[in-house]
């Protein structure tokens, strides 16, 4: 059963934008966290936001986590071509993490 | 270097046969996953271990199965039962905090075709 569910499907936005993805899930969880994938490669961990947190910032990242409505937003500021990629949540409910679909940016130059 | 080594980066399965995708990590993570993604798709998880000897199934373990005979070695077997093996199969670990599993490293992926 997919638990996140990350929105929007797909982002185009122009190079220097910021860009926000959002991610809802269905029951309690420890953690959430968002991970990057450049195509056809392993993902790479981001950032982790524990359940008792509500912001967290690493770099031009900045994570919110809001559990009464169930949900998570990532904000990429500055973008740049380098931001290119899949970006998936994963939630931890108890012993293992499981993902959401993703969402697709492409960074226009 | 630490990480997680995925082996063979391309695999060929032909009608019948069963094929084995290692995976090995020299992290000392207790925890190992594995995961299918399909083109565009989410990671689902096949199976993971949180200790040697012992691992539970996780959505679409129907097909596959595993071992952990060793903290570092996690080698995933897609039998002849997978009827639509075609995939990319990434294998991950991590260490396990109090309050639940922590940051996953994963492996670079094996990309499994049928011939």
């Known amino acids: 059963s997919q638990q996140g569910e990350e929105d929007p499907q797909a982002l185009s936005i122009q190079e220097g934008e910021n860009a926000t993805m959002n991610c809802s899930y269905k029951t309690s969880i420890n953690n959430l966290q968002w991970y990057r994938q450049n195509s056809g490669r392993g993902l790479v961990h981001l950032i982790l936001i524990r359940s008792n947190e509500r912001e967290k910032h690493s770099g031009r990242l900045r994570v919110t986590l809001d559990t009464s409505k169930k949900s998570s937003s990532l904000l990429i500021t500055a973008s740049r071509a380098a931001d290119t990629a899949s970006y998936f949540c994963a939630t931890v409910p108890d012993d293992k993490i499981i993902f959401g679909k993703g969402t697709r940016l492409h960074i226009l130059p | 270097d630490g990480g997680i080594t995925q082996s063979p980066k391309y695999l060929f399965r032909k009608e019948g046969q069963n094929v084995t995708l290692s995976c090995e990590q020299n992290?000392?993570?207790?925890?190992m996953y594995w995961y299918r993604q399909d083109p565009g798709q989410g990671l689902r998880l096949i199976y993971y271990?949180?200790?040697?000897?012992?691992?539970q199934k996780g959505d679409i373990a129907e097909g596959y199965s595993v071992s952990r005979e060793k903290k570092e070695s996690f080698p995933l077997t897609v039998t002849s039962a997978q009827k639509n093996p075609t995939a990319f199969y990434l294998c991950?670990?991590?260490?396990?905090?109090?309050?639940?599993?922590?940051?996953?490293?994963f492996g670079s992926g094996t990309q499994l075709s049928v011939l």
């Open positions: 991950a670990s991590s260490g396990t905090g109090v309050a639940g599993a922590e940051k996953l490293f």
């Open positions: 992290l000392n993570h207790d925890a």
């Open positions: 271990s949180q200790i040697v000897n012992d691992f």
